[in-house]
């Protein structure tokens, strides 16, 4: 048993798991060191020292790059990551599988067939504004459709999981249509999106980003008790008094949209949501509060290291962020795939 | 075998339908006269020979390579749910293509084809370690999970391979979204050959399949080499994937359905069955081809698109109506 601290007041009483608030420590160390790395490093390398001045004083050129260029595009990237890596290690809890993901059960798909079917329509040009909107909307909209489609008097994890494949081909196959009959220029914006990218963000996004997560994120508030609860088996957890349909159809449909509204400003990025978890879990095994955080900061880190690499690894080439969290994702993905599924 | 004949027929119909319909509608005596006298100041026969004729056989050999890869993967894996495509192997394919064509763009098909069947071999070897693990405890479903797995990673690999290559965008946006158009017949034939090699391999290799869809234990008590016997298995549907995707492309879901309606028709013995699951592949991709560039001219929708919208809708179905396992994960 881990060691325990209890904090008690007269309206709050919790119990700490010594061991996990420890690791959240230190994952919060290692994401204060990359955004500071980050903040230094790009076409113009700043040392410790200019940096600091640069911070002190917006209207210099450094500061400039530092404040409104380099810093929101960082914290859009914590941001996307760190709702997809909560989305991610949300839905492995409920479906109890752990290669479930808003990639493979179909959300990201829902959020993309939405976003480029927006873009074919009116072309990459003007009332982009509202993109966003349409890629959340669809994101809900697939994960209600995958719902129903799975509902026979309740409903499993796996046939939520089947049927999100189901509903991502076909989705994917909208795509696709509306890819190849939109034009060349409309094709090359929707792919860079489809990857998934950062470029030119600005605060007005990373308010509006950080505005929807902290609405979420008080819906989820109330629900977190029994999240951890879910990975028993059904019976078990009613026992426990979680009413488990119930406790289900919620979490999908918050993780549905923490993704939705990640994807949206951040564009389809795959593997942040399989992989965060997996690597909280490996942080920390035991199941609640401090394995949820830190599956969120997991996912801002990694998110944050691909845009990183994206923007200073080729120069004068700034490409996008998803292709590196893939590379990043994968290899780890495949080591995963081989020692859990059995 | 009525039934197979009725299928051969109704190929043929669709065949002769695949020849004469397009932008232009010909009528049968127009594409019977293009096929037996090739004179060069015959405008319509040279439309119909350079142009219908190759997409015609391409959509023929794939779509029947694709229907029979599910099949033999379906007995192989014993999981109704597998196939070339949603087991990744399609996706694999697809990856090297797009890999090989960004980094050497000057190297000409044949590299590209090559791509295409170690591609299919590198995600048919990661399937199948994945389902030997799994057949100790895990049930069917976690290898169709770990199927679209492979399948997000190998598609997330070929479009960044397309953001930082955007020449290459053009060449491969038709293997993407699967297309039998526009295929020169001298690029194509070598992988006939081979798509037709493997698919006539089958037929000696039918009799042990029947033995081994009764059990590999059934089947190594009657004398049947099984680890031989799946090796060969692997090689085939290796062959018939990566030969389809090299000549059409990422094309979903027909290696799934029709095996799965084949399964319907025809009894269930393997040298009917996947004579039959050719037959009708074939049709399916030849009529899904035919309604692909007639509904909304000028343009056209990928054949792969068609397939799809069609496949996954049963896909759902077939899930709903299994029932899907109760609580198992």
Redesign the interface.
Known sequence: MAERDLTRTPGFSRQWCREGSGRVGLALLVVVSVVLVSLSLGKVVLTPAALWAAWGAPSTPAGMIVTELRLPRIVLAALVGGALGLSGWLLQQV???P?ASP??IGVTSGASAAAVGYMALLGAGSGMQWLPVAAVAGAIATALGIYR??W?GGV????L???G??????L???T??A???SP?TT??SA??W??GSVYGAHWGTVRTLAGCCALLLMVLVPLMRHVPLAPL??ALATGLGVRVQRLRAMVLALAATLAGVAIAWGGAF??VG?VAPHLARLVCRRPGLSQGVLAVLIGSTLVMLADLLGRTLFLPLD??A??FV??IG?PF??GL??RE?? | MTRLVMMLVLLLASLWLSLMAGAVWYGPSTVGHALLSASPTDVQGLVIRTTRVPRTLVALVAGACLAVAGGVMQTLTRNPLASPGLLGVNAGALFVMVMLVSLWPGAGVSLWYGGAFAGAALAALLVWAVAMRGQASGGPLKLVLAGAAITALFTSFSQAMLVIDQQGLDTVLFWLAGSVAGRPLAEVTPLMGVALVALFACRPLARSMNVLAAGEAIARGVGVGVARLQLLMVVLVILLAGSSVAMAGNIAFVGLIVPHIARRLLPVDHRIWLAGCALMGATLLLLADVIGRTVILPREIPIGVMTALIGAPLFITLVRRQGGGHGRA
């Open positions: 479906m109890r599988n290669l990639d493979i489609l799975a026979q499993t994890p796996i046939r999981v089947l049927m494949i189901g509903a991502s081909a076909t994917g196959a909208l696709m249509l890819l190849v009959l060349l094709t090359l792919y860079v489809l990857t088996n059904d795959a593997f399989l490409l996008p998803g292709i893939a590379a994968a993905f495949l795939l081989l599924v059995r």
